[in-house]
Structure formats: C-alpha cells, structure tokens
C-alpha cells in the first residue's frame, strides 16, 4: 500500500479505481469495466472461444451458445475458458463420450449426448462442463460445480 498525498478527482462519493504514477488500483471490478466498457474485451475474447469451440465440431447447437452469449454474465464465462480446457475437453469428447454422458446424467445437466455430438440447453452448464468443474467431495461424496479448483 502507499499513501497518496495529492489531490484526487472524484466523480462521486465512491473510489472505483486510483491511478498513481504507474500503479492503479482497482476497488469494485464490475464498476470499473462498466467506466471503461470493458465488455468489449469480454466480446473479443468471448468470440475467439466459441470460434475454437466450433472447429472442433463437438457441439450440435453451437448457434443457440452464441446467441446466449449475448448476456454478459455468459459472456464473461465464455470469455474465461482457457485453450487448455478446450482441448482436454475434444479429447474427453472424442475419447471417452461415456465419461461426459456419465457427468451429464450424475449432474442432471440440460444437455444430451446425440451421434457423437453435445446437444446443450444450458450455456453456463456447458462452460462448467468444459472447464471440468463438476466435481465430487471425497469427504461427503455430493456432488457440485467449483467456482475454484485448487488441487490437493
């Protein structure tokens, strides 16, 4: 932390973010992308991974993702997705189709396995889908979504 001893510009009763010499500090992320319309990153970056995600040609309903990701809470998702999940997932897909059916029917996710391809109902379970996030507790054996997954 460093104390600042100059003056400072405030727009309102709130700090959303401070800037000295070459440090920021950002307090509340979602005002501060809202300020500096940082959705437009999110789009970029969002784009790029559906486009990966249809070359692979795993997902039968690839349209209806797109159009899901309209909504900037999916859009923030999507945009999080790394390369390496998406090719751990091709892998599981074209691998072991029996594991994804099995996470599927376990999770009761709105999706369904047809000739190979994923059919999804629900854009944010096939993003927890692809970034391996259905998981099970070895202490109360439930199964639930990770926000984080920190290895043990």
Known sequence: MKKIDKDILSLNNKFDCVMYKEDIAIFTQLYFEQIFDYKDEYTKKANKTISKIKKLNIIENIDNIESDC???????????????????????????????????????????????????????????????????????????????????
């Open 70 to 152: 309209e909504k900037i809470t999916i859009k923030k998702k999507m945009s999080k997705i790394k390369d390496e999940s998406i090719n751990w997932f091709k892998e599981k897909v074209e691998s072991n189709i029996e594991d994804i059916k099995n996470i599927i029917s376990k999770a009761n996710l709105d999706m369904e396995v047809r000739n190979g391809k994923i059919i999804s109902n629900d854009t944010s379970e096939l993003i927890h889908l692809i970034q391996d996030d259905y998981l099970k507790s070895n202490l109360s054996g439930n199964n639930f979504v990770a926000d984080k997954k920190t290895k043990i």
